[in-house]
């Protein structure tokens, strides 16, 4: 993605998330360009949406968007356009078709018959495609005017299905209805009967995103099943993996009755390793139920989670009680740690909006993440997981426990009347807030002395004194305005605990 295609998207991010004006001055920080950069940013968003601008400005106040707008701006940027590839394009499909494909060979030209495009094209293709293949431990190869994709069968469909985003955005209760999706009906009626039974077997259910990779596992499954004959499969599971699967005695089962409903569907046998590729999807996967909540972990999955929690801890400057997180973080670490030795990696759909949301808690997650990987020799914990963790995080930032009531002293000319009034209002429209008195601004420094642990002061007068805390002058009818000034102030002294 390129950087203004990524500024694009923060900038829709970002005023997704406000319903009210942002100014230009705020986009500049957030963005980190200047004003002439997001004029130009928002010029080309308006201008690539048809319809009446997408993001709406008003003099003196900002920048707005359009939420209905928005809203279908996003659906029509998914609906796939046909004949329009772009170079891009062009390769991912001649990618996945080989992939599909191999180790079986296919022509050259027929790949390419239908871009009209030359040799020197093709060629270039070719060495961009090898590239991008190595990353998989594969190797396109050129022979006989043929092409085709050499490698273990584990990474050929770790290729395929990074290869196929349409499985990073599809919606599992979308598969039936959505014809735009150009799934096979009948293939996807039979997984969706294949989840349903494993769920029902181990009396769980597979939440999302771990039920689409399971879909999608099966599909390129079936995919490459009917265009390759499985004697080609040339992956063997070893004696001590079979081992290891069988002591896991319920997800082997469920793994070995699902390939066997596999075999009978495609009327076609499927060598052994299809039961372990399944079983490490299914070991790798988050799941709700009576199998999802325990506290059976291994050393390794215990360690891992407290470290997880007091790196955090130290780096937040919070003291999170390991009770509050331990068994629903370590419920995550334990898939988790199955999906990085399995090479399995789950798409976090919300990775942007967590990175904008809670940029500072992902950065730090991403720090301890690095640190875990050294400590227990782990493979590189990708940003997609250390979005999931994020959230983790983000969930104890945002409860009670540490967004504790902000002590709040209410302050006027004589300390009663208007002050009682603006009390009983704030009382109701801010349960976090904690008054912790009202007082007369004359007894200002009997407010030093006495309320030492105040965080704010709402006052109908202004102070004049040197205020050590912060102070909002607010109308004693507290208006609309004022409530909105009061809900910055208490998301700054939250953001500065």
Same mark, same amino acid.
């Given at each position: 993605?390129s950087?203004?295609?990524s =500024? ?7 005023l ?11 986009l500049?920080?957030? #963005?980190?360009?200047?004003k002439?950069?997001?004029? =130009?940013l ?17 003099? +003196?106040? +900002?920048?707005?968007l ?10 029509? *940027? ?15 499909r001649?990618?996945e078709? #080989? ?7 296919? /022509? ?12 020197? &094209?093709?060629? *270039?293709?070719?060495?961009?495609m ?10 396109l190869? =050129?022979?006989? $005017?043929?092409?085709?994709i050499?490698?273990?069968?584990? *990474?050929i469909?770790?290729?395929?299905k990074?290869s ?13 209805? /959505?014809?735009?999706?150009n799934? /096979? ?6 997984? #969706?009967?294949?989840?349903r039974?494993?769920?029902?077997? #181990? ?5 999302y ?5 399971i ?11 009917r265009?390759?004959?499985?004697l080609?499969?040339?992956?063997k599971?070893?004696?001590e ?8 005695a ?9 390939? *066997? ?5 495609? /009327? ?7 039961i ?9 996967? $988050? ?13 390794? &999955? ?27 973080l ?8 199955? !999906? ?16 904008v949301t809670y ?8 720090? @301890?993440?690095?640190f875990v ?13 250390n ?5 983790y ?5 945002e409860t ?16 009663? +009347?208007?002050?009682?009034?603006? !009390? ?5 429209k801010f ?6 008195d &009202?007082?007369?601004? !004359? ?5 030093k002395e ?10 109908? @007068? ?10 909002l ?9 004022d409530?909105? =000034? ?12």
């Amino acid at each position: 993605m390129s950087s203004t295609n990524s =500024r694009e998207q923060k900038l829709l991010l970002f005023l997704s998330k406000n319903q009210d004006y942002v100014t230009s001055e705020d986009l500049t920080e957030i #963005l980190s360009v200047s004003k002439k950069t997001v004029y =130009r940013l928002i010029k080309k968003i308006n201008d690539e949406y048809v319809e009446d601008p997408l993001i709406v400005s008003e003099k +003196g106040r +900002g920048y707005k968007l359009d939420h209905e707008k928005f809203i279908n701006y996003q659906k029509s *940027n998914k609906k796939y356009k046909e004949n329009q590839f772009s170079t891009n394009e062009r390769r991912k499909r001649i990618m996945e078709e #080989l992939l599909l494909s191999s180790p079986k060979p296919l /022509n050259i030209y027929q790949l390419f018959s239908n871009y009209y495009v030359g040799d020197s &094209v093709i060629f *270039n293709d070719e060495q961009i495609m090898s590239e991008e293949l190595k990353k998989y431990n594969l190797v396109l190869e =050129r022979k006989n $005017r043929t092409l085709a994709i050499l490698g273990e069968e584990v *990474n050929i469909r770790k290729a395929i299905k990074d290869s196929i985003e349409i499985f990073n955005i599809i919606d599992i209760d979308d598969l039936k209805s /959505n014809q735009e999706l150009n799934f /096979n009906k009948y293939d996807v009626l039979f997984i #969706l009967d294949q989840l349903r039974i494993i769920e029902k077997e #181990l009396e769980i259910t597979i939440p999302y995103p771990y039920n689409v990779n399971i879909f999608s596992h099966l599909y390129i499954l079936l995919s490459r099943s009917r265009k390759i004959p499985a004697l080609l499969f040339t992956d063997k599971i070893t004696n001590e993996e079979m081992e290891n699967m069988k002591r896991d005695a319920n997800l082997y089962q469920v793994a070995k009755v699902t390939v *066997n409903n596999t075999e009978k569907y495609l /009327n076609n046998n499927l060598p052994d390793i299809e039961i372990y590729f399944l079983y490490q999807y299914l070991v790798s996967s $988050r799941m709700q139920g009576s199998l999802a909540k325990t506290s059976n972990f291994s050393p390794k &999955v215990i360690q891992v989670t407290k470290v997880y929690i007091e790196e955090m801890s130290i780096k937040l400057g919070i003291d999170i009680e390991s009770q509050s997180i331990f068994i629903d973080l370590a419920n995550h670490i334990k898939p988790m740690l199955n !999906r990085l030795e399995h090479k399995i990696r789950v798409k976090n759909s919300l990775l942007n909006q967590i990175k904008v949301t809670y940029e500072e808690i992902f950065l730090e997650v991403t720090n @301890v993440s690095k640190f875990v990987s050294e400590k227990f020799s782990l493979p590189v914990i990708n940003d997609d997981e250390n979005g999931f963790i994020t959230l983790y995080f983000a969930k104890i930032i945002e409860t009670s426990q540490y967004q504790r009531p902000i002590k709040t002293l209410i302050m006027c000319t004589t300390g009663i +009347g208007t002050s009682e009034l603006l !009390r009983a209002k704030v009382a109701k429209k801010f349960p976090e807030i904690e008054i912790v008195d &009202v007082i007369a601004s !004359r007894n200002m420094q009997l407010f030093k002395e006495k309320y030492g642990d105040v965080e704010l002061i709402l006052s109908t @007068v202004h102070i004049e004194d040197n205020r050590p805390i912060p102070y909002l002058l607010v109308s004693a009818m507290f208006t609309i305005d004022d409530q909105k =000034r009061l809900q910055k102030k208490i998301e700054e002294i939250y953001h500065g605990r």
